[in-house]
């Protein structure tokens, strides 16, 4: 107990040294835990645009379907499906998808497309289908042989709302299909590429075309979080549990672009440890510093009967004070721009295309991690290189140290 | 003891002290046999050099021997381990230093009671004893002062007070006066001296100010780290 209070009042005595030891811990917690809420808050918004807006959490497909995506590859019990895993806590809403290869015409135009069939209501509820007209509306929550074309679509055509579209595509029955739809909105998905040659159909008019009665190619699930996305997709497994369907979360079904994610992640390590390595370095030249100019005071410790191991905690107590201050002031500040950064974000020098999406801000995030993960690193870190410094504090030869000044 | 009877409290034998002083080896003390016996107060005097330092550091476990034997308190200090020199010392080697060597960032009391602490005595029995000791040395009304905020001869005091509040079997005292005025380095002497008759505490010196040697019941002279003389005075 005394050891800890001579450690306490120590860290007292060069108010310099200690607010500089102190400032090198705060500093550098604050730059991690800033580094990993920014690159958590970025990434996950990158994610959330990707999922949340376009492919959703979780999808559900007839199995070899994610392999080799074909016409004939689909689910006869959309519906059904859909209702069986409603009610599962981590599910926030699902919505059915038919998609198809076609060719639209508006006038003397023509471009390839790609048919997706959707329920209006449950898109809006799922991917905010609706928020992403710029014009014009959404579909009818009705088949009225209407489409929403994406805005490079609509370019590409030179169409607009009111114009009609000519459809043609190959029914499941090996039938030439094609119709007639007015278009009544232009949709901008965030993702110029898809909106290249998006056409959006109500399922019913898609199934119609296709030939493809009461069947879906695709089941998209939101669960409530990205954190929930592995116990929703888990629970959709159990409850589902039919081998001819295959239930993947978004990690595996948009395993490339999860993959460039986790890439750029681990370059942000990289950062982390040149911040905690500055530290290191930091509180090492600080503590040899104190033991050096202490080195009498030991002798005098060790003289009276102080234990070597006594020597050693007191040195190390005082490195543990530092940090604990150090973290728990950076703490506070970096969870208030942390905070700041997640509300209003930083406009980004230039916006960058990622995946089609275009991003223009930065954003930070707050979590534990970005608070537990610096707290722990910095503290270790600090404790860790100054055992050296205590070590030496412990073996100091009392009668040499006596003769020091 | 094997080598002495049950009044000996430091016996050496035949103890050397070569250093090494950038290659150069320097022999502070040459084949020293000495006896204390309980109870003494003895002073070791000599020039500057002349192994006093060091036959002290040496006694206490603070340093070792080149070679020969010590004994203190019918413990022979070479079989030690650095911990189990530690715990002698806290138990039976009370310090003084020339310089004080208070522990800068605790009050009066807490310097005191640092070592009575560390032996694990009890809160109520730590502060009796404190004020009782702080009451013998005059230091009643400074218990929560800090060293720095005291005068030379009041740190002193504070050094005297924490050397005898365990109660070791000897205390060394590194030229003790050496820092105060000779005012109040007799005055500490003389607090000593009483200490020793009324309490037994063995005290052994190592100085070379006339005022001790005229208070040491026993003078011993080193010259170039041997014996020149051994004088019990009555």
Request: with cysteine; net charge negative; aromatic share 4%.
């Given at each position: 107990m005394l050891t800890m209070t001579i450690a306490w009042r120590n860290i007292f005595r060069q108010k310099r040294r200690t607010t500089l030891t102190i400032l090198t811990l705060l500093g550098g917690f604050t730059l991690s835990a800033i580094s990993i809420g920014w690159s958590d808050g970025t990434y996950n918004r990158i994610i959330e645009m990707f999922t949340r807006n376009r492919l959703g959490?979780?999808?559900?497909?007839?199995?070899?379907?994610?392999?080799?995506?074909?016409?004939?590859?689909?689910?006869?019990?959309?519906?059904?499906?859909?209702?069986?895993?409603?009610?599962i806590p981590?599910?926030?809403?699902?919505?059915?998808?038919?998609f198809s290869a076609a060719l639209a015409s508006v006038a003397e135009k023509t471009s390839g497309v790609q048919i997706v069939g959707i329920n209006p209501e449950r898109e809006a509820r799922a991917t905010r289908f609706d928020r992403k007209i710029i014009d014009g509306r959404?579909?009818?929550?009705?088949?009225?042989?209407?489409?929403?074309?994406?805005?490079?679509?609509?370019?590409?055509?030179?169409?607009?709302?009111?114009?009609?579209?000519?459809?043609?595509?190959?029914?499941?029955?090996?039938?030439i299909a094609n119709d007639l739809y007015t278009i009544v909105g232009i949709l901008e998905s965030g993702d110029a590429i898809q909106d290249q040659a998006s056409l959006y159909l109500h399922l019913a008019d898609a199934q119609e075309l296709l030939v493809l009665a009461g069947a879906v190619h695709e089941l998209v699930v939101i669960a409530s979080s990205l954190e929930?996305?592995?116990?929703?997709?888990?629970?959709i497994q159990s409850r589902l549990n039919e081998p001819n369907l295959e239930v993947a979360p978004w990690q595996e079904f948009a395993r490339p672009f999860y993959v460039a994610m986790k890439a750029d992640q681990q370059g942000s390590w990289i950062g982390l440890f040149i911040i905690v390595l500055i530290v290191s370095i930091g509180v090492l030249n600080t503590i040899l510093m104190t033991v050096?100019?202490?080195?009498?005071?030991?002798?005098?410790?060790?003289?009276?009967?102080t234990r070597p191991g006594q020597v050693f905690r007191l040195v190390l107590y005082e490195v543990w004070i530092m940090s604990i201050v150090g973290v728990t002031i950076g703490a506070g500040i970096s969870l208030i721009i942390n905070y700041t950064l997640s509300?209003?974000?930083?406009v980004m020098p230039q916006a960058f295309t990622y995946g089609g999406m275009e991003f223009t801000h930065y954003y930070a995030e707050v979590n534990a991690r970005s608070i537990l993960i610096p707290a722990v690193t910095v503290i270790l870190s600090a404790v860790l290189v100054s055992i050296l410094p205590a070590l030496r504090a412990a073996r100091v030869a009392p009668a040499r140290a006596l003769r020091t000044h | 003891m094997s080598h002495a009877d049950t009044h000996d409290l430091i016996v050496t034998t035949g103890v050397t002290k070569t250093y090494q002083d950038n290659g150069v080896p320097v022999h502070a003390v040459r084949g020293i046999d000495l006896t204390i016996r309980c109870g003494e107060f003895t002073a070791i005097v000599g020039p500057s050099g002349s192994?006093?330092?060091?036959?002290?550091?040496?006694?206490?476990g603070l340093d070792t021997v080149t070679s020969g034997e010590v004994w203190l308190a019918g413990k022979q200090l070479s079989a030690m381990s650095g911990t189990e020199l530690s715990d002698f010392r806290r138990d039976r080697v009370g310090f003084i230093f020339q310089a004080y060597n208070l522990i800068p960032v605790l009050t009066v009391e807490e310097n005191v009671e640092y070592i009575m602490l560390l032996q694990g005595v009890s809160k109520q029995e730590r502060h009796d004893r404190v004020d009782k000791i702080l009451g013998e040395l005059g230091l009643a009304g400074f218990a929560h002062r800090l060293p720095t905020k005291l005068s030379g001869g009041q740190q002193q005091r504070v050094a005297i007070a924490r050397a005898m509040v365990s109660g070791p079997a000897i205390i060394l005292a590194d030229e003790p006066t050496a820092n105060l005025d000779s005012k109040t380095g007799a005055e500490l002497l003389d607090m000593m001296r009483t200490l020793n008759e009324n309490s037994g505490i063995t005290f052994l010196f190592s100085t070379h100010d006339t005022q001790i040697m005229e208070r040491a019941r026993r003078l011993i002279t080193l010259r170039d780290g041997v014996i020149h003389s051994d004088e019990v005075r009555g």
């Open positions: 959490h979780i999808q559900i497909h007839a199995a070899g379907y994610l392999d080799r995506p074909s016409l004939y590859r689909n689910i006869t019990n959309g519906a059904e499906l859909g209702s069986r895993i409603e009610d981590e599910v926030e809403a699902w919505t059915p998808r038919l959404s579909l009818s929550a009705e088949a009225a042989h209407e489409t929403v074309i994406g805005r490079g679509l609509a370019r590409t055509l030179k169409a607009g709302c009111g114009d009609e579209i000519v459809v043609v595509s190959q029914g499941a029955d090996g039938s929930d996305v592995a116990q929703a997709t888990e629970a050096l100019e202490r080195t009498r005071e030991y002798g005098v410790l060790k003289a009276v009967g509300i209003h974000g930083i | 192994g006093k330092t060091t036959i002290l550091n040496i006694i206490s």
